[in-house]
């Protein structure tokens, strides 16, 4: 409720509710909201009491949890240290060099 969609360009309304057609399975012949391609249409409402059926493609839309893991992954990815292998050499050049001291 509340969000508002562009149902042909420069047109934006406000919904107002959401119809999903879920209660049939397909076996029963009335209209579904899932097809096999994962196509999903709804109804949506809005304020100025006009209707639009609405049909988008399911895997375009990220589940919530996995666009948090997602998110959480990639802040994990760029948040890691970064070990120098530069640093690493000069580390072990200074072990040699104390060493060949003794």
Request: charged share 20%; no cysteine.
């Given at each position: 409720q509340g969000d508002q969609i562009e149902v042909a360009t420069g047109d934006f309304r406000t919904v107002t509710s959401w119809e999903f057609a879920s209660t049939s399975g397909g076996q029963d012949g009335k209209p579904r909201g899932l097809n096999d391609r994962g196509d999903i249409?709804?109804?949506a409402h809005?304020?100025?009491?006009?209707?639009?059926?609405?049909?988008?493609?399911a895997w375009a839309v990220p589940?919530?949890?996995s666009a948090g893991l997602a998110f959480i992954f990639a802040a994990m990815v760029q948040l890691r240290p970064v070990r120098s292998r530069?640093?690493?050499c000069q580390a072990?050049?200074?072990?040699?060099?104390?060493n060949n001291e003794l």
């Open positions: 249409v709804v109804t809005f304020t100025d009491g006009s209707t639009a059926v609405l049909k988008t493609t589940e919530p949890a530069r640093n690493d072990n050049r200074q072990i040699v060099v104390a």
